[in-house]
Structure formats: C-alpha cells, structure tokens
C-alpha cells in the first residue's frame, strides 16, 4: 500500500464550528477530514464553496435542474482515506481569542461600516497527515487524481496557496515522504492495540480498566483528547456531519472489525 506523509503547520490556525454565538467565533482543536480535502483541493486547483455556488446561480438562471450537490473538491476527493497526527504536547492545542475590526463597507450595518470580531484561533498547531494513495476501494479516477496531487506534493507545484482554516492562516508544509510497502493490518473485534494519532470513537474503546502491576511504576502521563469532527459533508446545505474522534496514549479496544496501517513502527487508523 503507497502512503503519502507530511507534515502542516502554521502560526496560528481556525477551522471554524458553525455552531456560534452573538460574540465569539469558535474553532475546532484540530484539523478534520473536511478541511484537509479542501487543502488537498486547493493544491490540485479544485473550485470551492463559492464556485459551486457561482456554478449553481448560472444553472438556476437557465433553468436547469442539473445542480452541484457538492463543492468540487469534495465530490471528487470524498472516498480518500487520510490519518491525522496531532504532535503537540498531549495532543492538544492552545486556542486564543483574537480580536480585530472587519472596516470594509459590507462588514457591518453599524454606524461606520465596522465589524469587531473575535476569533478563537489555535496557536503553533502541527500535524502528521498520511494520505492513501492507492487504495483498492478507489475508482480509477480517483487513484488519478491521487497521483497528480503526489506529483505535486513532491514537486512543491500548487495551483492554489493552501490555508488553514481561512486566508489569515497560511498553511507550512513540509516533510513530504512516500511509503511504498505500508502494512494493512486486520484487528478483530476485542483487540487491543495502540492508535497513533486520531481514531473514530464509535470503533474503539479505551482500555484503562485494568492496570498491569509494571503500570503502578510507569512515569509516563496518560491523556487523552477527544472532540467531535466534521468526516463527510451532507446533500442538502453542506452542512457538517461530525463524528466523535480520540487521541490518546491510553491504549484501545476494538468495538468490531477494523484496519490500521503500521508505519515507521507507528500504528495509525485512517478516517
């Protein structure tokens, strides 16, 4: 199995959760499957929610029934399979409520035309992202599509400059490597296992109900994060369907039959 890593980072970073209130804007903590497509499009030169949009408005002017359900980078991306790695410190990354004023003319309906807005934003974020490319599951089209987005990677040629969450957050990649022989591995249901990086909560468990005597002397802090995040879009409004996801250093149990991936002797699970 060919595995693409690299690593994403930024200053700051804001994937922001729809659900808001009248004073702030919230992000998630981490990066989710969603806007990695959307930074995978990007390089790929793929259109957007505001093409899908153009696209529609000029289909409903002449009267045609022939919509997009999905923005571009979304339909053709959807079926890929990605891992997520967060690498901060106990998997979890500082947030900080910025606050700025948004003065152009259609910010605001306030008197002066002046938005303030405050942002929670995620500071020093990094990832591992690992991508396959060639899963058996894939169309032709897509493994393709695939292959021109590893070319790309690889050869630092991106149509778009990528963004983490929105154009404030300039997006670092770096350390593009390709795995050739990725082992695919079978858990049966009641496994136990490690799980490097972000796993669906609806597929494991944690395992911290019986601790072995060596545990009682064991220095390293257990931790564990865990959030829901958006994996697919729906068909309707493109709103998010989110999926509770762990990272930990507990170890975990498999709720029914699954795979994981070893790479780099790092067991990972793929959303």
């Known amino acids: 199995m060919e595995i693409l890593k690299f690593t994403l980072s930024g200053d700051t970073a804001f994937f922001k959760k729809p659900d808001v209130n009248s ?153 593009v490597k390709i795995y050739e022989d990725a082992k695919k591995t079978y858990l049966k249901q009641g496994e136990i296992t490690d799980i490097y990086g972000l796993a669906l909560d609806s597929m494991f468990s944690l395992e911290n109900d019986s601790m072995e005597e060596d545990d009682l002397f064991e220095t390293e802090v257990k931790w564990k994060y865990q959030e829901r995040l958006p994996i697919e879009l729906e068909n309707s409004w493109n709103q998010y369907i989110t999926s509770s996801c762990i990272n930990t250093n507990f170890k975990l149990r498999a709720k029914s039959e699954t795979y994981i991936f070893e790479i780099d002797g790092k067991r990972l699970f793929f959303l």
Do not use: C
């Open 23 to 175: 004073y702030y804007y919230f992000t998630y903590g981490n990066i989710h499957k969603i806007a990695l497509m959307g930074i995978m499009g990007a390089i790929l030169g793929f259109g957007g929610y505001n093409q899908q949009k153009i696209k529609n408005d000029i289909k409903k002017s002449s009267k045609s029934k022939e919509l997009a359900v999905y923005p571009e980078f979304y339909e053709r991306l959807k079926d890929i399979e990605l891992s997520i790695v967060p690498l901060q410190d106990k998997g979890y990354t500082n947030k900080k409520v910025q606050v700025f004023n948004n003065s152009v003319g259609y910010a605001s309906k306030e008197e002066g035309g002046n938005l303030i807005v405050k942002e929670q934003w995620l500071e020093k974020p990094i990832w591992d992202i690992y991508i396959s490319l060639n899963d058996e599951k894939y169309t032709e089209e897509l493994r393709d599509i695939l292959k021109e987005f590893k070319e790309r990677m690889i050869n630092r040629n991106f149509v778009y400059i990528p963004y983490l969450g929105k154009n404030d957050h300039y997006a670092n990649i770096t350390d």
